[in-house]
């Protein structure tokens, strides 16, 4: 089956030791987002990929990047994790933006916990 | 920009009572719409989503909804509920044009009592 997949689904890492999270999709879409939820919270998007054009959110911080190195991956780094960063990290993808086509999949999410 | 209220954060509802789960949007231009479902530590499901054909969406699990422009409302229900129905549910808005603009609710956490 056609699908998104994140590893790992619990990562625990420590107050500002660098974490990457992975995403990967068997849809073949074109867009790939990273989301942030925090507890009883609402998803809050971090960024996306339009192909390989990176579009930041406004609000995103900086020790927040993204690389998708092709169409199947894209990774989620956090340079200095601090408490504020725990949180389920979802990411998730759409064939295309705009259109019929912006229906979005999201994978299962990683739980991040930092100590 | 767009934007969605969801009426109430939690919602208890009986075993094989009507489930009514309230969104109301705000956009400046034509929206899409969608519901998702979220079961504890996975990601969203979509439940169905509003794309400017027929007003009255069906979705997965018996769950369905009726987009109301004049009221700016898309509220998800469900004749009968079930256990397995107990859930967060996320209204969601974008528009027909540039889809990174989703914007969620803030969520309603559905309880089903036996």
């Known amino acids: 089956d056609a699908m998104v997949i994140q590893n790992p689904r619990y990562q625990v890492t420590q107050f500002g030791k660098p974490v990457t999270l992975s995403c990967s999709q068997t849809?073949?879409?074109?867009?790939m987002y990273w989301y942030q939820q925090k507890s009883s919270q609402a998803p809050k998007l971090l960024f996306h990929?339009?192909?390989?054009?990176?579009?930041n959110e406004a609000d995103t911080p900086d020790n927040f990047q993204s690389r998708r190195p092709n169409t199947s991956f894209c990774f989620l780094d956090i340079r200095s994790p601090g408490l504020g960063d725990a949180a389920m990290y979802l990411c998730a993808t759409s064939r295309d933006r705009g259109g019929s086509y912006n229906e979005q999949f999201f994978g299962p999410g990683t739980r991040l916990t930092v100590l | 920009a767009q934007s969605v209220t969801q009426l109430g954060s939690h919602v208890s509802v009986s075993e094989g009572a009507l489930v009514l789960l309230r969104c109301n949007y705000s956009s400046s231009v034509p929206p899409y719409l969608f519901w998702y479902v979220q079961y504890p530590n996975q990601g969203l499901q979509l439940l169905l989503k509003?794309?400017?054909?027929?007003?009255l969406v069906k979705g997965i699990n018996g769950f369905e909804a009726e987009f109301k422009k004049s009221e700016t409302s898309f509220h998800l229900t469900k004749p009968s509920a079930h256990m397995s129905d107990a859930a967060e549910y996320f209204c969601a808005v974008s528009d027909q044009y540039n889809n990174n603009d989703m914007r969620f609710g803030a969520g309603t956490r559905l309880t089903v009592k036996p």
């Open positions: 990929y339009y192909d390989k054009d990176f579009n």
């Open positions: 509003y794309t400017s054909a027929a007003t």
């Open positions: 849809l073949n879409h074109n867009v």
